[in-house]
């Protein structure tokens, strides 16, 4: 399979995983679930809430569909709406200004320089990217899919809400906080990003890949599933 075909299939594989799933955890009676499993599902959703933000971020890079640009774009954008009503290209502007200048006070994902620790920079992230339209949209979602449609409050809760924000965490802790905090001794690369040294398995689990993140700085056109091989090939900071 082509790389422009295979980054598009996964894309399509990824969205529709994350849509199968909320739809049949949203349609699930959680009373005689044991409750065991209720974590699992919340898990399970939240790393394809995770996906959905990074088939977004691929798209950005141009990497979904690299031979059809507009294509590529549409699904970027239909990633970032599903996930949290995102302006595609609002968030394309702010993502490419952190990768001009990363861990700088041009950088919208960076922290306001004093409070440097994870939950003060964690809060900046997100007042940085979420604004107050949408969350008056997620809301009206909310009451269309609890009245409208009938879903119970408490899977809306636990399988719609809770993994879309479990998932920021995810991705802020992984994906900005570790590979962009300041290491002992300073930064030693320009793009102010070190990697984590997870195995393949580990890095696709706990971000898709996006903790080899100087990789992803020094080959930001590469798609996150081809990551690991770059890592292997590549003289990367530790």
Known sequence: MKTTNKGLFIAITIIGVWGLSLVLLLASDVAPINIAL???GILCQTFFYTGLFIT????????VC???PRINNVVGSIAVRLYALFSYRKLLEKHWAHHQAPASRTDPDFHDGQHTGFFAWYLR?????????????MA??????EYVLMIPTINLILFWVAPALLSTLQLFYFGTYLPHRLPEGGYDNPHRAHSNAYSTFWSFITCYHFGYH???????????????EIRKVSEHPQ
């Open 66 to 68: 690299p031979a059809h």
């Open 38 to 40: 209720i974590p699992i």
């Open 214 to 228: 100087w990789e992803h700085h020094e080959y930001p056109s590469v798609p996150w599933w081809h990551l690991p």
């Open 56 to 63: 977004a971020h691929d798209a950005m890079h141009g990497s």
């Open 125 to 137: 992230f997100m007042k940085e990217y979420l604004s107050g339209w949408q969350i008056i949209g």
């Open 140 to 145: 009206i979602i909310f009451q269309v899919m």
